[in-house]
């Protein structure tokens, strides 16, 4: 398809205002580079699901237990998603009716903790997400949050602390997983850890679970009790969140998720989340896994021979986190600066950043949407060497004006899906 072509025929005769909003998005989408980690551009079946008329229909509940009746078709839209994601990460349970992942993280609170109950999970600041208990979001108000953090030498998990943070305080749950930590977590030692202060261990593999069905990664779900994701990320599904666990989890966190926290499914999601999962279980889905994972480490290493530095000294995943000192730029002008030469990524703290929330010393890079769209090495050094020339002097315009165009032209010779 190309930039010229809507794909919005009956809402741009009903509704000019949305259908125009939308159409703008998808030429951002077509005619730049999207380099947000936690974005991707879903497969035309998946898109299709999504816009299918299950958003229709109501079916709380679970298959064969729903509240409403006519629930026949969406019992089988939902047992494909269940058997499928059970097949793909190997779970005895899974729940696929969250509605986000961090409504999923909010119902295994519901199902694990009382509130004032004691979590340990990864700081905002070190990589770890709001979900996991900031303290602006619910989670940070209704439980005891302790975190732990990055060592100052490597940046990678401190697990010294960790394991004395879990003596002294005993938590109920040890959550890990993030939003900016560029390498493996060692899932095995979180969990022996998790057991000497028998603590329930939560794994949110939002951002990577993409990889570990790929099986490009390691997986977390032999390790952890329960395991938490989006499915949007690298997982290339829905805009949405999935659970997995085991046979003693699985009954708790179904009853958190309906009707603890949620009321009718989303079953337009569900089924778009079901033919995700379809496409991920195919021989094809681990050579995209793997080339994410290339794609991100080639573009590091571009990086840093133009003399920046990567957090943790690189990546093992899908992102890197760029520390923007040596330039002597901040995370908020590079990001706005590469946004104006058509190079989408977002501002990030990096670890003992010196900067400000709002403003920060890094940028976090992801390779997930372009590899979608069958960008390979070449491409990621063309790219790297775009962003230096960029963020090195974020006030030089026609720099920005240059390279937008050549990102054009780039964009050009790719459509959003590899396979179109
Ligand atoms: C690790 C992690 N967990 C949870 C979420 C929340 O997902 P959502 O935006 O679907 O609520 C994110 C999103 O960025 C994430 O990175």
């Not at 349970?93 to 993280?105: D, E, K, W």
């Not at 490597?154 to 997983?177: C, W, Y």
């Not at 390790?223 to 290339?236: D, P």
């Not at 530095?309 to 330039?327: F, K, Q, S, W």
């Amino acid at each position: 398809m190309s930039v010229t072509d809507s794909e919005l025929s009956i809402l741009e005769a009903q509704d000019a205002a949305v259908a125009s909003a939308i159409e703008e998005e998808r030429r951002r989408q077509l005619g730049t580079l999207e380099m947000i980690a936690s974005e991707n551009f879903v497969s035309r079946a998946v898109q299709e699901a999504a816009g299918s008329v299950l958003t229709n229909k109501y079916a709380e509940g679970y298959p064969g237990k729903r509240y409403y009746n006519g629930c026949e078709p969406s019992d089988k839209v939902e047992n494909l998603a269940i058997e499928r994601v059970k097949q793909l990460f190997g779970s005895e349970c899974a729940n696929v009716q969250s509605h986000s992942g961090s409504t999923a993280n909010q119902a295994v609170f519901f199902a694990a903790m009382k509130p004032g109950d004691t979590v340990l999970s990864l700081s905002l600041a070190n990589g770890g997400h709001l979900s996991h208990g900031h303290r602006v979001n619910m989670a940070g108000q209704f439980f005891k949050i302790v975190n732990y953090g990055v060592s100052a030498d490597n940046e990678q998990i401190n697990f010294d602390e960790v394991a004395s943070l879990a003596r002294e305080h005993k938590p109920r749950m040890i959550i890990t997983g993030g939003s900016a930590y560029p390498r493996l977590i060692d899932f095995a030692k979180f969990r022996t850890i998790a057991d000497e202060v028998d603590a329930v261990f939560l794994v949110d593999m939002a951002h990577f679970a993409g990889l570990v069905a790929g099986k490009a990664i390691p997986s977390p779900v032999p390790h952890a009790h329960i395991v938490s994701s989006t499915t949007h990320k690298t997982l290339r599904g829905p805009r949405a969140g999935i659970i997995l666990s085991n046979a003693e989890w699985g009954p708790k966190i179904d009853k958190a998720v309906f009707p603890g926290l949620q009321g009718g499914p989303l079953m337009h999601i569900v089924a778009a989340k079901a033919v995700a999962f379809g496409e991920a279980l195919k021989p094809s889905f681990a050579n995209y896994a793997k080339q994410v994972i290339r794609n991100a480490q080639t573009l590091g290493e571009a990086l840093v021979s133009k003399g920046l530095r990567l957090v943790a000294g690189g990546t093992d995943t899908h992102l890197i986190l760029v520390d923007l000192r040596n330039y002597n730029v901040t995370g908020k002008d590079a990001a706005n600066a590469l946004e104006h030469a058509g190079i989408t990524v977002n501002k990030n703290a990096i670890p003992f950043d010196p900067q400000k929330e709002w403003v920060t010393s890094g940028i976090r890079i992801g390779s997930p949407a372009l590899t979608s769209r069958g960008m390979k090495e070449t491409e990621m050094r063309t790219i790297a060497g775009w962003i230096a020339e960029v963020v090195k002097d974020p006030t030089d315009e026609s720099i920005q004006k240059r390279v937008r165009a050549q990102v054009g032209e780039l964009t050009a010779n790719y459509p959003l899906r590899a396979d179109e």
